[in-house]
Structures are given as structure tokens and as C-alpha cells.
């Protein structure tokens, strides 16, 4: 999983994707954001999300590609089903799709995007996942009507239609207590807790489960997944300089990250898959570095 905001262009999220699938990894996931957010100067610039895993879908055969997460207020429902279905298409069924609220008015205020309240980013949320699931699974010959308080969609053939039947599956994640479980519940296929203490994981994982049973679905039919910022070396010295190239402490990501030697990453994701975790995204911010010296892929 791959921030390209920080700067890294099509060709060298390209080359991870298929570094990550001649190494046998399961999936390519990218952030969905406009502006940096940590250090650096963010350049060459922020790269479209779905014009980007369009392009990488057609040079890769067999990886997984999705996001973590696509903003709610980045697209309107029905070109975001559209967008999705289409790089499906493209990709012969390997797309996720990783919904959120988006966190961030700096990106908002520099690309000229409303940022409104969390209240009416989680009911836009809310009425995105009912329309564009809705689209993906209206029978070809019929359409498709929804109104709502953000959005409404009327009389809509819900074309074009993804390769995979139902549409990609559907990933939400966070630290609700309450909505955000529900929603999960109701619409996803997986739930994601991302860099969080192994305790946090644990306890989020729970309140989805809960909701699951809330509404009479089986906790078990869930695909329960954590995200962590990956910072390994083959030694001490090694990690200590991809932490600097990330610009963060190595003790400040033990509690967030898969931190140290290949074997070291390899027992933290152990401890997480022993508390349910399902799958597990490496984070990787340090991409000059792991892009240009294809480290990366022989030391994980």
C-alpha cells in the first residue's frame, strides 16, 4: 500500500506493482489523496487515483489493485461506480474498492473541493455506498432510483458493469464505535483498522463483528484487515535509515508498523493474524528508496 502523494510518479507506482507481483504479494493498494501530508515537497505531484490503476491494471496480470481509501468527496456516486467498474473491466476482476469520509480540508482548500461537516461526510458516505452498490447490481434491462438528502440517482441503467459479479468488493475501515461498524456491516466485504496498536485492532474488529450480528450477518463472512507503515532492513543500520527516509523515529512506528529485519516484520504480522487479522497492508512511504534500489523486493 503505497502513499503517492509524497511524492512518486506513474512509473515508479508501476514498477512496485509489478515488483510486489513477481514477489507473489496479494495486492497494489494507493492512498487517494491530493496533497502531501508529512515532510517533503510532494513532487512530481498527486497522480489520479483510477486514471492510475487503469494504466496498472493493463500491465499486470494477476495482483489485486485497489485503494485506501477513496475520499467520498472526490466523486459524485455514479462517475465513481463508472470509474471502479470500468478499471474492473480493464483489469479482469481484480479491483477493491476502499470508501472514507476524507480527514483532510488542506487538500480540499487546494484543489478547490467542498470540505463539509463529518456529520454530512459520513451521510454522503453512506448514500455513495447505497447508489454505487446499487448500480453494480441493478439487472441489465432495468434501472436503478435513488433519492437522498446529498444525492439522488434516477432512472439509471447502471452501466457499464463490472467483470466481478455484484461489483469489486467493498472495504471500510476506521475507529467508530458505532456508525462506522454498521456501515461495514451492511455494505463491505472487508473491514480495515489502520496503523493501530494490535489492542486497537483487536477491539475495532470486535464492534464490527457486533454489528454483523446486529443485523443478522454472520461476523464470519467478513474479511477483517489491518494496515501498517513497513520499515525493514536487513540490519539495524538499514532500518534506521529507511525510518529517517519516512522522517519518523523508529520507536514512534513500533506502535503503528511492521518495524525491523524481514523476520521481525514477519512475527508482527503473526501476532496481528493471531488476533483475527485476515490480511495485512505494508505501508510503504519510502519510495524513492525502494523503487530505485529494488531493495524493497528482495529483503520482504
Known sequence: MVEPQQGASYEQQLLMAQTAEAQGFG?????DHYLKIAAGDGVPGPTDTWVTLGAIARETETIRL???????????????????????????????????AAWYPEEHAAYGIPFPTTR?????????????????RTPLGSDFTFIGEHYSVVASPGLPKPTQ?????????????????????????EFNVPFAPIEDFRKQRQH????????????????????LVLCCGENDEEVERRAGAIGEPVESLRSKGAIGTPAEVLDTIAAYAECGADRIYLQVLDFAISTTSGWWASAC
Open 27 to 31: 495486492g497494489f493498494f494507493r492512498s
Open 66 to 100: 485497489g485503494t485506501l481509501v477513496c475520499a467520498v468527496t472526490f466523486r459524485y456516486p455514479g462517475p465513481l461506480a463508472v470509474a471502479a467498474a470500468q478499471v474492473d473491466n480493464m483489469s479482469g476482476g481484480r479491483v477493491d474498492l476502499g470508501l472514507g
Open 120 to 136: 454530512q461526510r459520513f451521510n454522503m458516505l453512506e448514500e455513495t455506498l447505497e447508489i454505487v452498490t446499487g448500480l453494480w
Open 165 to 189: 459479479p455484484g461489483g469489486p468488493p467493498v472495504i471500510l475501515g476506521g475507529f467508530g464505535t458505532k456508525r462506522t461498524p454498521l456501515l461495514a456491516a451492511k455494505y463491505a466485504s
Open 208 to 227: 464490527v463483528r457486533e454489528a454483523c450480528e446486529e443485523i443478522a450477518r454472520s461476523p464470519d463472512d467478513m474479511i477483517y484487515s489491518a494496515a
